[in-house]
Structures are given as structure tokens and as C-alpha cells.
């Protein structure tokens, strides 16, 4: 939408008090991230009762008639159909007295999405293959809000992984809904992987949002020989019961998760493994949640994201019986995440001693307004979600955000890492 509006002529702000126009970009995939959206435009509009405002994403393409009836401190909505037609939506509130080109005709252009404004943490930028879902997940809404899969052709996207790499990007994070079922033009997902592999340059590749149900074992063999493409599987597994994970129209179970995860900790001992567990789905009993905690137990993932199940309407779990109450749903949640304190904390202690490359993400002040200090991330840490590095020590004038250091782990404080500085890289 920025790289759209960019060649528009708009221009973006950090400071809400000089815009004209303010987008929240909404999510719709949860009960508390809708109102978490909601609440974005009401406090927004609240501070700033004179500007237009538009709801964009997800909530919008859901609700976009219900929002407006109900939403009226929204000026206008656009959802996830089709990005391009942004210029459009918000030319509609007359904010500029022209929008055309000497020649009369609307000012239109296309940005490389290589060289798009880049709104991710320093050094590190997103590359979506692929958008919407074919999966049928009892519990999920994507499908009805992001549509079936359509995949990005592999040259469009080796496009924009050479232009970012250009322009310094040390870490392409691959991402999409389900990457497992990338198909385009003769590729699959390691097809693509090899193609990217074959871009020559210092640099990381992660995966984000492995599908389990089809995870290709051959991208191990990628790894095992490029040690760019990072040994970090982000794997939603969601549950540890046979009964449940039927109804969730899941198609593994524990044991087979179990096997694919000490496949892969067999074949790459640095593997660092993150999922996702989903507790409180309809018809989840004691025993159901009790062979979730085993499940926790004998997988020992490094991180571990708990939800309670939100109902969705227009999902095949909407209807189910058995609802669990969202008392008992918290509860199990906050348990499994007790737990899982302890297991990140002793997985987190096998890096101690270790030396690795850290890419540099903040400066922050010290306690005592000295001794500034460096926040960043090893490979075992993805953007935002996980813990960070902490680097202590003289970094060198040199170092700035989005660099890389060579640090050796020194210890481990709580969920994060404490580094000190070896040589020092820069991209």
C-alpha cells in the first residue's frame, strides 16, 4: 500500500499530527485482534477528530458492511481483494486538489516489490510467496478472508530477493499462509529455495509458517549443504491429541510430529524449533488437554505460542458441541505457557559458549545513561516473536542497525541471550 501510494505522489509521515490521512491496517484472524483493530481506530480517532481515517486488511474485507453501520468513526474501508486499487480508495476522500499528470490522465505507477518502503526490523525484510490457504481447518478463517492459494511466480520473487539484497538486506524472511504448498510454473517450494540458494552473497534465509501436514524433508538436505538457509522451523502443530486434532482437520498426530521433529534434530543438531498450540478448541476434555501437555513435554519446542480458541463464524468449528468455557480455556493456556517457560530457558543454556553471528537491531541507552548497548538476533531468534541477543561490549564505531557482529554467547538471562563482541562483519 506505501510502495502504491508512494508513486501517487502521497507522502508518508511518522508523525500522525501531520498527516491528512491515517490507515490502520487490521487483523480479522482472532475475537481479540478484531477488537484490538476496533480500538486502534476509535483511540485514533479520538486524538485526531478532524482527520480521515481508513480501516484496511483483514478486518475490513470481513465486516466492511457490518463496520459500516457500526463503525462510524471510520471514514472508509478497504480490504485484501486487490492492494493496487489503494490509490483509488483514498483519492476518494478529495484530500488533494490534483491527481492527475501533465497529460490529464490519473497518475498511476508500479513499484518494483523489491523496493518497496520497508516497515520490518533493520537488516531483515519479508518476502510472501504466496496468498490465502486451500487447508480446511475447523478452527481457521483465513480461507474466508484471504481466499484459496495462489502463489507468486518464482521469478517475481527471485526479483525481489536480489533487489532487497541490493539494497542490504541481511536476512530474507520467506512467509506466506502455508509456504509447504508453494506450486508455480514447474516449482515447489524447494525448487525455490535452490533458485534463491543460487544468488551469491553473505546472507540468512528463514522459513516462517512450515505446514506440518506437508513438510518437504528435502529442504533439510538444502540446509545441511547451505548454511545461509537457517536451521529454524517455525511448525504450527497446534495440538498433542488424536481426537482433537481430527477435529481441527488436522492429519498428523503426536507420534507423527514427534517422528518429523527428531528427524530433523537427528539430521541438523543446531535446529531450533518453534510452534504453535491451540487449547479450548470444542470438545477439548481433561484428558485431551492432559495428552497436550505430554505432547509438550516429549517435544520440547524452543519457542512456543499458546492461544485460546476463538469461535469464528463461517468455520467448520463454529457449530461444534462441547464448547469449552473461556475460563477453562485461559487457564490451560496460561498452564501450557508455565511450562514452557522452563523448556525455553534450558534449551536457550546449549547456546551458551558458542560463537555466533548476531545481526544488530537497536542501540539502547544504558541504566546510567552510559554504556549504550546493542539489541539483536542469532538465527535461533525470529523477527519479533522470540527473545534477543544482547551484545555487551565495545561494538566499533562502525556498528549500526543492520549489521552483523560475530559474538560468542556468554549466558543466558531469562529467555535471552548475552553476547560479547568477537571480530566484527559488516553487510
Known sequence: MMARLDCDGWISSRDAEDADLIIVNSCGFIESAKQESINAVLEWRKSYPDKKILLAGCLAQRYKTELAESLPEA????????????????????????NSDETGEPHTCITPTGARPLLSLPGSAYVKISEGCNHTC?????????????????????????????RGIRELCIVGQDICSYRCGGFGLV????????????????LLYLYPDNFPMRILDLMENDRRFLPYFDIPLQHGSAGVLSAMNR???????????????????????????????????????????????????????????????GTASYGMKGRVSKKTAGERKREIEQRQVAITERNMERFVGQTLDVLLEEKLPGEDGRDDFWLGRLYCHAPEVDGAAVVVGETGAEAKAGAVLQCRVVARRGFDLEVGVGSFMQI
Open 138 to 166: 475447523s478452527f481457521c478463517a483465513i480461507p474466508l478472508i484471504r481466499g484459496s492459494m495462489r502463489c507468486r511466480t518464482a521469478e517475481d520473487i527471485l526479483d525481489e530477493c536480489r533487489r532487497l539484497l541490493a
Open 251 to 313: 492429519y498428523g498426530t503426536s507420534e507423527s510430529y514427534l517422528a518429523m521433529i527428531g528427524t530433523i534434530r537427528s539430521r541438523l543438531p543446531a535446529a531450533v524449533i518453534r510452534t504453535t498450540f491451540l487449547v479450548g478448541f470444542p470438545g477439548e476434555t481433561e484428558d485431551d488437554f492432559a495428552a497436550l501437555v505430554d505432547f509438550q513435554k516429549k517435544l520440547r519446542p524452543d519457542w512456543l505460542g499458546c492461544f485460546a480458541y476463538s469461535r469464528e463464524e
Open 75 to 98: 471514514d472508509g474501508f478497504f480490504g485484501t481483494d486487490d492492494i493496487s486499487k489503494i490509490t483509488d480508495a483514498v483519492n476518494a476522500f478529495n484530500l488533494r486538489e490534483d
Open 191 to 206: 525448487e525455490l529455495l535452490y533458485a534463491i540458494g543460487e544468488i551469491p552473497g553473505d546472507f540468512w534465509v528463514r
